[in-house]
């Protein structure tokens, strides 16, 4: 029987931190899903909790012939649709006016001028100050172009003087090492890494943040963070839904690209990190980074043991997928991190779609108790070891597992369950990671977004297992019927060192 856990109220966010600067939100793809599903309802929520100034404009860029009222009103669409909050009239009448649109072609120099007279006219009609946030959400094929077109037209500038210019990239970065290094020495040709925010919506979830807040601000935790104490990890990232309208998308960058290389990956290394010497956002990535270079390469000799990978029945029949296609929707994965603190300690990544149970989650499995105490020899076989769970979606919490003795005149040894909820404990959901992010990238603070040198680490280590499934003759990935946990083979992988999966 869970034991739930009361958490008192936290103290409100202090004043100084709660508000963006003067800034101008830029977006290009404005017209596209992203922006009318996530950003939209985004910035708006951020309006409603009062985290925007006065001096806060919005300009839409795309191909489409909009004008401001058609866009506005498609905006105004998505946050009725897709906002976490409802949309509230007051709020949308301070939201609204501050919406501007430019229609043009990436490639276009007239684009770029346009734009610039735009951003005139808001900073004069709202006083932003010069201030530009851009954000690119656009495929990858159109970055170079958007980029260099802000160069040709001097709508970026250094990072000196009294205004900023600041560039968010959605992911991929890149679908491979060579690609990643190649789109890194663009962007770092244009801007400097201080301007540049590589965003990935994972890292704005508020129980992947609470990550660090629960080993460093828990004494009681930290020192058992450890080869010492832990006996393994376990990272999963399950979907029930298939690949939807990704079907393109998922032919050309699998599961492996789409959610190991940056999603899990980036939870690896905050779970696996040393204490930073300060909160700073360079501290932080520094510490992740360090991470991602201890990760024992894989060979080609070990990839096939310590990596299996699926796909489910029907995928090939999904839109714009190949009816041969040998893109993978599941992967299993063991690896380790050789360093002083995890050397020895497996950590298993899984993700897939089509799985049993939508749940992404990070669980610490503790050594088992070393002998029996309590009378009975092959008591400490069935004394299951303490699990520390920490569930980033859905039903955001962490859970603390233990033995308890069940009441009675036997002495018989049962499990307990800990169990604190975000949503109980402090009476509300937690904002959406896309309100966190952009208002991080507003302030400048770069914790949460990605550094060049980690993104291009963490291609280094995958890329080998991509190789390795891309050579001929290529393994093929292996069938599992939706609603199940993937492959067989997924199992094995983990039941050859005597260990279970934990989600179930």
């Known amino acids: 029987m869970p034991v739930r856990i009361a958490v008192p109220p936290a103290p409100p966010e202090p ?32 309006a409603a909790g009062g985290h925007l100034p006065e001096e806060f404009a919005v300009l839409g860029c795309a191909r489409r012939g909009w004008d401001r009222a058609e866009f506005a009103s498609c905006m105004r669409e998505g946050v009725n649709e897709h906002s976490r909050s409802p949309l509230a009239e007051k709020a949308w009448d301070w939201f609204e006016p501050r919406l501007e649109f430019v229609t ?37 094929d159109e970055v170079e172009s958007i980029l260099l077109g802000l160069r040709a037209a001097g709508l970026v500038a250094p990072p000196v003087g009294p205004a900023f210019t600041r560039v968010i990239l959605e992911k991929p970065f890149g679908l491979s090492l060579q690609t990643a290094q190649a789109l890194n020495a663009l962007v770092g040709s244009v801007l400097d890494e201080s301007q540049t925010f590589r965003i990935d919506h994972y890292l704005g979830k508020e129980t992947v943040q609470n990550i660090m807040v629960f080993r460093f601000a828990n004494s009681i935790f930290e020192p058992l963070w450890n080869r010492k104490y832990v006996d393994h990890v376990q990272i999963t990232a399950a979907e029930t839904v298939g690949v939807g309208t990704r079907g393109k998308f998922y032919e050309s960058a699998g599961v492996m690209r789409d959610i190991v290389q940056n999603h899990l990956l980036e939870v690896l290394a905050l779970c696996a990190m040393e204490p930073p010497n300060t909160g ?40 714009d997928v190949s009816p041969a296609s040998v893109s993978p929707t599941f992967t299993a994965i063991r690896a380790y991190i050789d360093n002083w ?73 049962v499990p307990a369950v800990m169990d604190m909820t975000y949503a109980e404990a402090f009476g509300a959901e937690p904002p959406e990671a896309y309100e966190r992010l952009l208002l991080d990238a507003m302030r400048g603070d770069a914790t949460l977004f990605s550094r060049r040198d980690a993104v291009e680490a963490s291609w280094a280590w995958i890329q080998p297992i991509l190789d390795w499934f891309a050579a001929e003759p290529r393994p093929l990935p292996i069938p599992y019927e939706p609603g199940t946990w993937g492959p067989e083979e997924a199992e094995r992988l983990i039941r050859r060192d005597r260990r279970e999966w934990h989600t179930r």
């Open 15 to 46: 004043a100084r931190s709660a508000t963006a600067p003067p800034v101008v939100f830029v977006v290009f793809g404005a017209t596209g899903d992203l922006t009318r599903r996530k950003l939209m309802p985004a910035l708006y929520n951020l």
């Open 341 to 413: 603190r995890w050397q020895g300690v497996p950590f298993y990544l899984r993700a897939g779609k089509r799985l049993a149970k939508r749940a992404t989650e990070v669980s610490f499995h503790m050594q088992s108790i070393p002998l029996s105490l309590f009378g009975s020899g092959d008591l400490c076989e069935h004394v299951e070891p303490n699990v520390i769970t920490l569930r980033l979606q859905p039903e955001e919490g962490i859970q603390l597992s233990f033995s308890a003795k069940l009441p009675g005149h036997d002495f018989n040894v």
């Open 104 to 140: 043009g072609d990436f490639k276009d120099a007239a684009t770029y001028a346009r734009l610039g007279a735009a951003l005139e006219k808001l900073d004069h009609a709202h006083g932003t100050a010069g201030n530009r946030l851009f954000y690119l959400a656009v495929p990858p």
């Open 280 to 319: 700073d956002a360079d501290d932080v990535r520094s510490e992740k980074l360090q991470v991602l270079k201890a990760l024992r390469r894989p060979w080609a000799d070990t990839v096939p043991n310590d990596v299996v990978i699926g796909q489910y029945a029907g995928y090939r029949a999904e839109p």
